[in-house]
């Protein structure tokens, strides 16, 4: 998948479940991004991290959050504070010194949540 | 912080027509401006970019101009072919994050 890998590719949650979606690239980008995606819509920014144990806050982080313990790795919980949950959710990564403005993004194949 | 502003949000075009849509950005400080293809179901994929030191760029059938004083940016199809037909985004960069337009649906009729 490019370099970055995104898991499940389908979640079904239950109303008042936290659930963590997986995010993984091997590409050696020191930042990445997750995005999320409601339909007809275009992309949201929800979380950014430029450095490992770094981390900002996007336009709508509210009821989610975020771990970077590894370059490798940035997931995604999603909390039962997150009242509308049901989206597709999308985590990118940019490489070189981690400014997007140089490379620009790579994108992983998404995560469709589902709150049952 | 940046917003980008993108029309329009649907476009239907006839195959060997031209495509244009067109953005625009609040952030003077912005300096690259990428545009992505996104396929129903599928990840967004980078099909050009533009930095603000260049006024036009093309690749194939795939133009992209940038106007730094109106601070605007389009993208420019020509020949349409039915694999155009997705949903583009446009973007702008702020502050080592990329801010992404609604998006269009581009739909090319046979």
């Known amino acids: 998948d490019g370099g970055i890998t995104q898991s499940p590719k389908y979640l079904f949650r239950k109303e008042g479940q936290n659930v963590t979606l997986s995010c993984e690239q091997n590409?050696?980008?020191?930042?990445m991004y997750w995005y999320r995606q409601d339909p007809g819509q275009g992309l949201r920014l929800i979380y950014y991290s430029q450095i490992v144990n770094d981390f900002q806050k996007g336009d709508i982080a509210e009821g989610y959050s975020v771990s970077r313990e590894k370059k490798e790795s940035f997931p995604l919980t999603v909390t039962s504070a997150q009242k509308n949950p049901t989206a597709f959710y999308l985590c990118?990564?940019?490489?070189?010194?981690?400014?997007?403005?140089?490379?620009?993004?790579?994108f992983g194949s998404g995560t469709r949540l589902t709150v049952v | 912080g940046e917003n980008v502003e993108q029309h329009p949000s649907t476009l239907s075009v006839q195959e060997g027509d031209s495509a244009v849509i067109k953005c625009t950005y609040s952030?003077?400080?912005?300096?690259?401006f990428p545009w992505y293809k996104q396929e129903l179901g599928k990840r967004p994929q980078l099909i050009i970019d533009i930095r603000s030191n260049v006024g036009e760029k093309k690749d194939q059938r795939i133009a992209v101009t940038l106007n730094k004083t109106a601070k605007h940016f389009s993208l420019h199809i020509t020949e349409t072919q039915p694999e155009d037909s997705a949903v583009y985004f446009c973007?702008?960069?702020?502050?080592?994050?990329?801010?992404f337009g609604s998006g269009t649906r581009l739909s090319i009729r046979p």
């Open positions: 952030d003077s400080a912005s300096n690259y």
């Open positions: 590409l050696n980008h020191d930042a």
């Open positions: 973007a702008g960069s702020s502050a080592s994050k990329i801010i």
């Open positions: 990118a990564s940019s490489g070189g010194t981690g400014d997007p403005t140089n490379y620009g993004y790579t």
